[in-house]
């Protein structure tokens, strides 16, 4: 399971990304970019693979942020969460950081995606933890890939970012409730891949949605009484 270093209630009310949120039927839920669905992040999706392509995304201070999130986070600034309101949409969030270790799973369809935990909360509930890439591992750079390796194998830990959401589940089985806690990446591709490539851990500063996950405000807070 990630491990929670730190963790604060944030509200975007002006945003300049790109990205919104669209919900579609029941407990259906997209991320978009100009109408167009780049990812289903809802509670019934069959699939954890979710093709897009975000490079004519718009980012102010590209620069600064994409350094920043490669040399790594340890606390989450004010400044530097004001700046990434030109890739967060409007909303309310849990602004938080995670050292995750990443383990990938392919599925015989051909979708990926990354464990990042499994905790028992009871006898009759259960966290299920992912990080969910938007794009292919194969349409990734090896050089790059290989450049966080040798990072992450000196105990660097550069810090992806996420959108993220928990949903509550009532399957028909051994558990009454799985909690699926899922992390939905807009950067770090490359070092996400690269720390599951070295099984080393590596940081996700996610932006949970109060507002969009299938969950209420005290299971909310209970994740976060579990993660501490």
């Not at 909690?179 to 070295?198: E, I, P, Q, R």
């Amino acid at each position: 399971m990630s491990k929670l270093l730190s963790y604060k209630e944030i509200h975007i009310s002006s945003s300049t990304s790109p990205i919104e949120f669209k919900r579609a039927g029941y407990r259906q839920r997209f991320l978009t970019i100009e109408g167009k669905e780049i990812a289903n992040t809802g509670i019934d999706c069959e699939t954890c693979l979710f093709y897009a392509d975000v490079s004519g995304m718009d980012m102010k201070n590209a620069t600064k942020i994409s350094n920043k999130l490669n040399r790594g986070i340890n606390r989450l600034d004010q400044d530097f969460m004001s700046d990434l309101s030109c890739l967060i949409p409007k909303g309310h969030y849990i602004a938080t950081l995670l050292k995750v270790y990443p383990r990938m799973k392919r599925e015989a369809v051909g979708s990926e995606y990354y464990k990042a935990g499994l905790r028992n909360i009871s006898s009759m509930k259960k966290i299920e933890e992912y990080i969910v890439p938007i794009q292919s591992s194969e349409s990734l750079n090896h050089v790059a890939i290989n450049d966080y390796v040798e990072r992450v194998n000196v105990e660097e830990t550069p810090t992806a970012l996420s959108i993220s959401f928990l949903d509550i589940k009532y399957p028909l089985n051994y558990f009454d409730e799985i909690w699926v806690y899922s992390h939905f990446l807009l950067d770090g591709h490359h070092k996400m891949f690269a720390a599951n490539k070295a099984k080393k851990a590596i940081t996700l500063l996610s932006f949970l949605s109060i507002d969009e996950s299938f969950a209420n405000k005290e299971q909310l807070g209970n994740l976060f009484q579990v993660l501490t």
